[in-house]
């Protein structure tokens, strides 16, 4: 009896002991200048993720959180002082995210945040050049939606049919149903699909004025009219306050 009450107390006394340490510690860094700052700038920067949810047609998605990570901004900062540029970050990954969802369509952006993306749907390669000409003038990103033949190095958009998938190397892309429903397929290859929602054939302005929304993703195919209008649907596009960002920030 006499060991069992002086192990108990053994335990209690290193609890004790770990607690009090780890006061002492949140303490003095909570007295620490350089935390002081970092708890500051944590308390107006930090944003919790705002999820998305599923409809019938498919996944709208959220977008993940960010938090600052205070012990680690503060190792980096050591003997320097706060400064915003050091200052380190995790994620508050979404729920309903990419990774999770291979096997649903991807609808849309998070619709509370003001941005959109464009796809080029590449057709023929005539108009190819115009169209991303007007893009980089306006310091604007795009995607291109392209068949099997034209898949890049770079992160594209797939538009070919379920027999094709496998034959694609490049991982870096994401299927859509522009031609067919490849969705099972892709999923399979653990690949994202884009549902078509908003495919601009022609008359681009007045489409997308009628159509403009939080988190669309707009397909806009290469053709003579569509590469005139793109300078001044750009334009039109900003001055109603939304960002262009590309797909994968978009989906974030």
Do not use: W
Request: aromatic residues 12%; contains cysteine; glycine residues 4%.
């Amino acid at each position: 009896m006499n060991n069992y009450f002086k192990y108990l107390l053994i335990i209690c006394l290193f609890c004790f002991s770990v607690y009090y340490t780890k006061r002492i510690n949140e303490l003095s860094l909570s007295n620490n200048e350089i935390m002081v700052s970092i708890n500051e700038y944590a308390s107006i920067h930090d944003y919790k993720c705002n999820e998305g949810y599923i409809n019938e047609d498919g996944v709208v998605l959220g977008h993940s959180g960010l938090f600052v990570d205070k012990n680690k901004s503060l190792s980096y900062m050591k003997g320097i002082g706060f400064k915003e540029e050091l200052v380190q970050y995790k994620k508050d990954e979404c729920i309903l995210n990419l990774k999770d969802n291979y096997d649903k369509y991807i609808i849309s952006g998070n619709k509370n945040i003001k941005s959109i993306s464009i796809v080029i749907n590449v057709i023929d390669f005539k108009y190819i050049d115009e169209m991303v000409s007007v893009f980089e003038k306006n310091l604007v990103p795009y995607e291109l939606l392209v068949s099997k033949d034209n898949i890049l190095e770079e992160f594209c958009l797939f538009k070919g049919s379920a027999s094709e998938i496998k034959d694609i190397k490049n991982k870096n892309v994401m299927c859509t149903n522009m031609e067919s429903d490849i969705l099972s397929e892709c999923s399979s290859y653990k690949i994202n699909s884009i549902k078509v929602m908003n495919h601009v054939r022609e008359n681009l302005i007045f489409n997308i004025k009628n159509t403009l929304e939080n988190g669309n993703i707009y397909f806009i195919d290469e053709n003579y009219n569509n590469s005139k209008e793109l300078s001044l649907c750009l334009k039109y596009i900003k001055s109603r306050g939304f960002d262009i960002v590309k797909i994968n920030k978009l989906l974030e």
